[in-house]
């Protein structure tokens, strides 16, 4: 079967993008990236691209009069290139309703939390603060609303009580780069089918049991004696 082709829309560092040129580089992987497109000068992300021998080029947003002009340019660039699905990777910039009806579930996003919880931006610090036990990373369909969209794989995270935004960042950020390339290879392979907004995936299997936190670890001999053991010294 045809490989998938995908193009890749950054804003900055790309270690999302990273990921996918590493998962497309298996010879079995059902998805290849045709084109790179980044819309702030000097993405980092670029220079993967570049090493990998990808087609990648800059569309700034801020050259463009308005969002329309800029996303027509998007739109011709991605249709020249060939691609089939645009998968979004770090890409800082809001699509509007117009493009995103273009590239209807064809248009996929990572987010780093457990959506429909902690849309936009500062994920992380807004799970500490709350103090939510668990967090994780979502890829979705995307939709018009800001990382709204039927929902394609998702990973969990635990938080640990003396996390910091950047520890639980780094984390977060390690099992994006293990589902960004499983969602990609899932729709790639047309196991994935949007019914009623929601995503059905053919052939999935789902982890059993469940995930508790915090638990308690014994520290050592209880000071305060029970009611068993009271009972029995006397
Ligand atoms: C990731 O955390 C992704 O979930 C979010 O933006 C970040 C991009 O990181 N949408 P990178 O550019 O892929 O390293």
């Not at 979004?88 to 919880?117: C, K, Q, Y």
Request: overall charge neutral; hydrophobic content about 45%; proline content about 5%.
């Amino acid at each position: 079967m045809a490989k998938l082709k995908i193009g890749v829309l950054i804003s900055g560092r790309g270690s999302n993008l990273k990921a996918l040129i590493d998962a497309c580089a298996a010879e079995d992987f059902p998805a290849e990236i045709v084109r790179v497109i980044a819309n702030v000068t000097g993405a980092g992300g670029l220079a993967y691209a570049e090493e990998a021998g990808i087609p990648w080029q800059m569309i700034d947003h801020r050259a463009f009069r308005d969002r329309e002009g800029f996303e027509d340019t998007l739109h011709r660039a991605l249709k020249d290139a060939g691609v089939e699905l645009i998968c979004l990777a770090g890409f800082m910039r809001l699509l509007t309703e117009s493009f995103v009806n273009r590239w209807w579930d064809r248009l996929i996003n990572i987010h780093p939390s457990l959506l429909p919880a902690f849309r936009g931006l500062h994920t992380h610090e807004r799970v500490l603060e709350y103090g939510a036990r668990f967090t994780g990373c979502t890829v979705h369909f995307v939709r018009p609303a800001m990382d709204d969209g039927p929902i394609i794989v998702q990973a969990v995270v635990p938080v640990a009580v003396d996390d910091t935004a950047e520890a639980l960042a780094a984390r977060v950020l390690r099992e994006e780069h293990i589902i960004y390339p499983l969602a990609v290879r899932m729709v790639a392979e047309q196991r994935v089918r949007v019914v009623q907004d929601r995503v059905i995936v053919q052939g999935a299997g789902t982890p059993r049991g469940a995930l508790v936190s915090p638990t308690l670890h014994r520290v050592g001999p209880s000071k305060t004696p029970n009611h068993t053991q009271s009972a029995r010294a006397r």
